[in-house]
């Protein structure tokens, strides 16, 4: 009885070590999205308005104001420099 309670125990640590590891691997990824996100609004051709709307965006809802920079916005800055040419 003894040995099946320390092999269910292994187990559970195992599984609880792998969802941290997970979580952690999603945490990281997260932190990159967003500090991805405030370089590529910092470094954009947006005029400083949309810059400040942006990063305010991404500060309010990161995961969400990441995502639609890289989604929408992005593409819109790279839009305004070939209309300039």
């Given at each position: 009885m003894h040995t099946l309670?320390?092999?269910s125990d292994?187990?559970?640590?195992?599984?609880?070590?792998?969802?941290?590891?997970?979580?952690a691997l999603a945490a990281l990824a997260y932190v990159v999205l967003f500090v991805a996100?405030?370089?590529?609004?910092v470094c954009s051709a947006h005029t400083a308005?949309?810059?400040?709307?942006?990063?305010?965006?991404?500060?309010v809802?990161?995961?969400l104001g990441s995502a639609l920079w890289f989604l929408v916005g992005r593409r819109d800055a790279e839009r305004q420099v070939l209309a300039a040419r």
């Open positions: 309670l320390t092999t292994a187990g559970a640590s195992a599984l609880g070590l792998l969802l941290l590891g997970l979580a996100a405030l370089i590529s609004i308005g949309m810059k400040l709307a942006w990063l305010v965006f991404a500060f809802a990161p995961f």
